[in-house]
């Protein structure tokens, strides 16, 4: 691996930062010292500012690019991080400055582990890449309260709830591919497959009716607002979804039925839930449910129909399996930087040696886990065949996605039902003319333009 060469940068508030060389300095920042590798810019920072006599520390702006992506490329610092498996103390652009977690050892063992938790991040300013701290109920709980909502969630969203949905997830994509018929003319998947798909398919599981999707976008987009949204925009909608989904479980109480957010209210019927919880809940479910899934189709299609060898393995076989599915799911890192905060309940050692002490927060990267070269063989590719792949995509510990099932079932959908209709749809426009949505922790693209070709 060809090593690359950074320097360190400041700026007047006394903030450090590393570039890679021939990145062009970010204005307010100048150069601090000469070129040389990773390791030795983070140990020379580190010495500068022990110097300083400021606790020992060198907080690195983090991500080091900024937040936008233009791509699917990793922060650089990641990829040198997971090379030299170490963890490093870095400054996020809201809230407390944080240990980046890269390697996939340590970023599972954190999630995994109950001394680190989510429950205390209120108790703190939460580290985080959005300007608003988010709500994010389950997601935001540890043990007992935790187990208690989880099970409840569970209960309505098992293995065999989940494949149960494989025949309508399937239907639904063949209803909305007939809506598209064959226009000679380019159509955008993003607008007119990937985004009704996916919106349709949580509707149906939760009970939202599909008239009301136009209402979602602005709240998915709120919840994952680095620039693109202030603080108060992403507070003023969060009220909105509040409010819409408070009228929702009005009108579901006269009515139970089978849908989740039905089963969700039984619960709270029962007084296994509370009502802000409910609410809470059912308001991150939609998000969750909608957002990662329709990022991770917009990418896949785009990554199958920018690669010439892929599109045609499609074209000659379109039913993808599972393996291929969970290797799309490594590959595309869709969570642009990092999942959610974790704050140490007590001092914990890591295995490169690094103390996180008491209430200090960790940063852990999923998508940088997922390209461990100690864990992945040749991490850059896309296998569709490998066979070793415990990629994190789905997290780890208390907090797994439990709609990881439902969401590949949706994935392989939506991709093999398009490729079965049209063997010969093919991109209108070249990769790199397609653009990513800037200002948005859940990577994603405007447009995926294309030919529908029978
Ligand atoms: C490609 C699709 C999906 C991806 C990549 C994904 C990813 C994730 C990840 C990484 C976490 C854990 C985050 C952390 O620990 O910091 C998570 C949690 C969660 N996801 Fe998903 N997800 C997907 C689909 C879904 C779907 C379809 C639903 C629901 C319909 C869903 C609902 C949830 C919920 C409720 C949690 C919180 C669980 C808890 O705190 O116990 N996700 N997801």
């Known amino acids: 691996m060809n090593q690359r060469s950074f320097i360190t940068i400041t700026n007047q508030n006394d903030e450090f930062s590393i570039l890679d060389e021939n990145t062009p300095l970010p204005s307010g920042w100048q150069k601090f010292s000469d070129k040389s590798d990773l390791e030795t810019c983070i140990t020379f920072l580190q010495n500068t500012w022990e110097e300083k006599g400021n606790q020992g520390r060198c907080p690195i702006s983090f991500p080091i690019q900024g937040v936008d992506y233009k791509g699917l490329e990793i922060d650089s610092l990641q990829k040198e991080l997971l090379r030299l498996k170490r963890l490093l103390w870095v400054k996020p652009p809201y809230g407390d400055n944080a240990w980046l977690v890269s390697n996939f050892k340590e970023v599972r063992s954190v999630l995994r582990d109950d001394?680190?938790?989510?429950?205390?991040?209120?108790?703190?300013?939460?580290?985080?890449?959005?300007?608003?701290?988010?709500?994010?109920?389950?997601?935001?709980?540890?043990?007992?309260?935790?187990?208690?909502?989880?099970?409840?969630?569970?209960?309505?969203?098992?293995?065999?709830?989940?494949?149960?949905?494989?025949?309508?997830?399937?239907?639904?994509?063949?209803?909305?591919?007939?809506?598209?018929?064959?226009?000679?003319?380019?159509?955008?998947?993003?607008?007119?497959?990937?985004?009704?798909?996916?919106?349709?398919?949580?509707?149906?599981?939760?009970?939202?009716?599909?008239?009301?999707?136009?209402?979602?976008?602005?709240?998915?987009?709120?919840?994952?607002?680095?620039?693109?949204?202030?603080?108060?925009?992403?507070?003023?909608?969060?009220?909105?979804?509040?409010?819409?989904?408070?009228?929702?479980?009005?009108?579901?109480?006269?009515?139970?039925?089978?849908?989740?957010?039905?089963?969700?209210?039984?619960?709270?019927?029962?007084?296994?839930?509370?009502?802000?919880?409910?609410?809470?809940?059912?308001?991150?479910?939609?998000?969750?449910?909608?957002?990662?899934?329709?990022?991770?189709?917009?990418?896949?299609?785009?990554?199958?129909?920018?690669?010439?060898?892929?599109?045609?393995?499609?074209?000659?076989?379109?039913?993808?399996?599972?393996?291929?599915?969970?290797?799309?799911?490594?590959?595309?890192?869709?969570?642009?930087?990092?999942?959610?905060?974790r704050y140490a309940k007590e001092d914990v050692v890591m295995a490169d040696g690094t103390v996180i002490k008491q209430g200090e927060a960790v940063l852990p990267s999923l998508i940088s886990a997922n390209q461990d070269p100690e864990v992945f063989e040749n991490p850059d590719s896309l296998d569709l065949n490998r066979s070793k792949n415990p990629h994190l995509m789905f997290g780890a510990g208390i907090h797994i996605c439990p709609g990881g099932i439902l969401g590949m079932i949706e994935i392989k959908a939506g991709i093999c039902s398009l490729f079965q209709r049209f063997p010969n749809i093919s991109l209108a426009v070249s990769p790199e003319e397609i653009r990513f949505r800037e200002g948005l922790q859940v990577r994603s693209i405007y447009e995926l333009p294309v030919y529908l070709k029978k």
């Open 115 to 341: 001394r680190f938790s989510r429950q205390q991040c209120p108790f703190h300013n939460e580290s985080r890449l959005t300007p608003h701290p988010l709500d994010t109920s389950i997601m935001g709980l540890d043990a007992p309260d935790h187990t208690r909502i989880r099970s409840i969630l569970d209960s309505l969203f098992s293995v065999s709830a989940s494949l149960a949905l494989k025949d309508r997830v399937e239907e639904s994509a063949n209803e909305l591919i007939d809506l598209l018929g064959t226009p000679s003319e380019p159509i955008d998947l993003v607008e007119e497959f990937v985004m009704p798909f996916s919106g349709l398919t949580i509707c149906e599981i939760m009970g939202v009716p599909f008239e009301d999707r136009s209402k979602f976008r602005i709240w998915l987009d709120s919840f994952s607002s680095t620039t693109l949204l202030d603080a108060d925009q992403v507070a003023e909608n969060m009220d909105a979804m509040h409010a819409y989904m408070g009228e929702l479980i009005e009108i579901k109480r006269k009515n139970l039925g089978d849908d989740l957010i039905s089963g969700l209210t039984r619960a709270n019927e029962e007084g296994k839930l509370s009502d802000k919880e409910l609410l809470e809940l059912i308001t991150v479910v939609l998000i969750a449910g909608h957002d990662t899934v329709s990022a991770q189709l917009m990418l896949s299609l785009f990554v199958i129909l920018s690669d010439s060898t892929l599109t045609q393995q499609l074209k000659e076989d379109p039913n993808l399996s599972n393996i291929a599915i969970k290797e799309l799911l490594r590959y595309i890192p869709v969570d642009a930087y990092i999942t959610f905060a």
